[in-house]
């Protein structure tokens, strides 16, 4: 693999500088922010998922900086390595402090989205538009199959999922706009997908903070 090899995926940019995309490089700071924001939040609330949640939600952001700094392989790997971490701490997270299963089943359970992925990313490749964001587009739908399913049993936890679905389906809009509205828009729409983004993962720590402060739970 030619770890070196450049990618040019967005609207905004037009050649392979360093700044090439500063609008899109520097939008990165909604997820520094965000976690900043959560990192003041869950500090001494003795809530180890919450504080891992945060920092790689710090290391998304620097991650998609060096992607669209970049624009290499590598980089790429970085960007999209500490999102799939989220998901999978977080579906943990879910597991075991929404559903209160065991730390076993929890684990499986976090296993279970590779197929879950592998199986639905091809069917939503055949969305006309979607592009790259197929690969996305399971993880609103997980969302919302969690929150649907807690609507009885947590309703203000299912409450909180259905919002931060409905950011992420926002911010995937835009990123997939970011092509065919590249002539109107000169620097896209991509970094929306950072603004809305970095905000949907926010929330989600938060939920599940308030959940986990509002049970008294600790605990991993």
Do not use: K
Not at 34 to 44: K, T
């Amino acid at each position: 693999m030619d770890w070196t090899r450049e990618i040019d995926s967005y609207c905004e940019r037009l050649d392979a500088g360093y700044w090439a995309e500063p609008v899109n490089a520097l939008t990165n700071a909604a997820f520094l922010i965000a976690a900043a924001v959560m990192g003041w939040r869950v500090r001494g609330a003795g809530l180890p998922l919450a504080t891992a949640l945060v920092w790689v939600l710090a290391a998304i952001g620097v991650g998609s900086y060096l992607f669209h700094t970049h624009a290499q392989v590598w980089s790429a790997l970085a960007d999209v390595g500490p999102i799939l971490l989220f998901i999978l701490i977080y579906i943990y997270a879910a597991n075991r402090h929404f559903w209160g299963l065991s730390r076993l089943w929890s684990g499986l359970g976090v296993a279970a989205f590779f197929p879950y992925a592998a199986a639905l990313v091809p069917l939503f490749q055949m969305v006309p538009g979607l592009g790259s964001s197929a690969g996305y587009a399971p993880v609103p739908l997980l969302i919302l199959g969690y929150a649907a399913a807690l609507r009885r049993r947590l309703p203000e936890v299912a409450r909180g999922l259905a919002i931060g679905a409905g950011l992420l389906i926002a911010s995937l809009a835009f990123r997939t706009l970011d092509g065919p509205l590249c002539g109107v828009v000169p620097v896209g729409t991509h970094f929306m997908w950072h603004v809305l983004n970095g905000a949907m993962l926010g929330w989600m720590i938060e939920v599940y903070r308030r959940h986990m402060v509002a049970s008294g739970r600790r605990g991993r």
